[in-house]
């Protein structure tokens, strides 16, 4: 009994030694910047420390999804918006407090992001099960691929081991989030921030193949797309007219549209089909094929044409946005409360 408890105590002090060396030196062992578990992250994190973390996320989403099935395309966004602020480190997900402004109160945050209830249900459900063990920021990216599968998206190996800030960053939040007016350069350069390049920004994109938006991010497309009060003429007749009737000139700014009209719930290819078709809801997704770079409008049209390679990119790019700046080692903590700093 003592020898397996000062075996496992070994073990995990050789895991949390080796994700600091790797933070320090994240070319070694696991992979570069832009393979699958760099930066001292790996999918085995929670081996022995909690075995059970991706079937406690897995069981609470699906719970959530039968009741209110737009909650996946919520929790994949929340990942997302985690990791493009400081990394993936669930600053997200902190409340206002003394030292804390919170980054939920950021434009393109408000009144849009949801989901931090079921957040809250995964973390109540892992600290019952393995205490203070499994961060925020790893909830995040089990819930996002949870979010994926569960939607009858592509599965991948998830590296973790990542630990949650201990800041947020407001303005963060606001200046490296891209708005849904973007054009492609401007897509281009706030992915290349991030160390990502076209590829992930095509494939990520294709993560609106469920759910919805406020008809408030894309309006200014129906009624005033280039301050000449024109719509943008790039959208398909039929799908503008609807659109018109789902948000109109003035008020109905909280009116939602899916932004794959033809399968909102199911994680699939059509969404990049719809582009080609002049249907899709965004502006920026829009522009990855109107938006003269050859690479992206290249891409788009592989996407709409094979659902394997679209699958198997977004794998990989979800594997590198969950790579960007994670705390790891002795840095930063396990919250125990997803909302507050310990
Ligand atoms: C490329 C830059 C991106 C822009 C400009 C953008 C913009 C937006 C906007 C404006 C909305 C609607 C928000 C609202 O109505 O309040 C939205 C929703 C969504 N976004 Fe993105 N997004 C981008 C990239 C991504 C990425 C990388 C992912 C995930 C891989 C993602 C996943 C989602 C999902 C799933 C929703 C629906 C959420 C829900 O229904 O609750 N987006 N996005």
Not at 263 to 269: E, I, R, T, V
Not at 329 to 339: A, D, L, M, W
Request: proline share 5%; charged share 20%.
């Amino acid at each position: 009994m003592a020898f397996s408890k000062v075996k496992f105590s070994f073990i995990v002090t050789i895991l949390l030694l080796s994700s600091t060396t790797l933070l320090a030196h994240p070319g070694s062992g696991w992979g570069g910047p832009s393979g699958s578990g760099s930066f001292g992250l790996f999918p085995e994190f929670y081996q022995f420390s909690c075995p059970q973390a991706n079937d406690i996320v897995m069981s609470v989403l699906r719970k959530a999804i039968a009741k209110d099935s737009r909650m996946a395309a919520s929790l994949l966004r929340l990942h997302f918006h985690d990791c493009f602020v400081q990394g993936c480190d669930a600053s997200l997900l902190l409340e206002d407090s003394a030292k804390i402004v919170s980054e939920k109160n950021s434009v393109p945050n408000k009144n849009s992001l949801r989901g931090f209830e079921m957040v809250d249900e995964m973390k109540a459900s892992l600290e019952d099960a393995c205490p203070q063990t499994v961060s925020c920021a790893d909830i995040l990216a089990l819930a996002a691929r949870a979010s994926t599968v569960l939607s009858g998206g592509p599965n991948w190996e998830l590296p973790l081991g990542r630990r949650d800030s201990k800041t947020a960053s407001l303005s963060g939040s606001n200046n490296n989030i891209p708005p849904p007016n973007s054009t492609i350069q401007n897509l281009i350069t706030f992915f290349k921030r991030q160390g990502l390049n076209e590829v992930d920004l095509v494939a990520l994109s294709g993560g609106h193949t469920i759910g919805v938006a406020r008809c408030v991010t894309f309006k200014q497309r129906l009624y005033n797309q280039n301050g000449n009060n024109q719509p943008d003429q790039t959208l398909e007749k039929n799908y503008f007219l609807d659109l018109k009737s789902a948000c109109p000139g003035s008020g109905g700014d909280n009116n939602i549209s899916p932004l794959d009209l033809a399968s909102p719930a199911k994680f699939d290819n059509y969404d990049f089909k719809l582009l080609l078709w002049r249907k899709g809801l965004l502006t920026s997704d829009e522009v990855l094929y109107t938006g003269k770079v050859g690479k992206t409008i290249h891409l788009v049209k592989r996407y709409a044409e094979d659902e394997g390679r679209f699958f198997e990119h977004f794998a990989k790019s979800m594997v590198k946005m969950g790579n960007i700046s994670p705390l790891t080692g002795f840095h930063g903590e396990v919250r125990k409360n997803c909302r507050l700093v310990n």
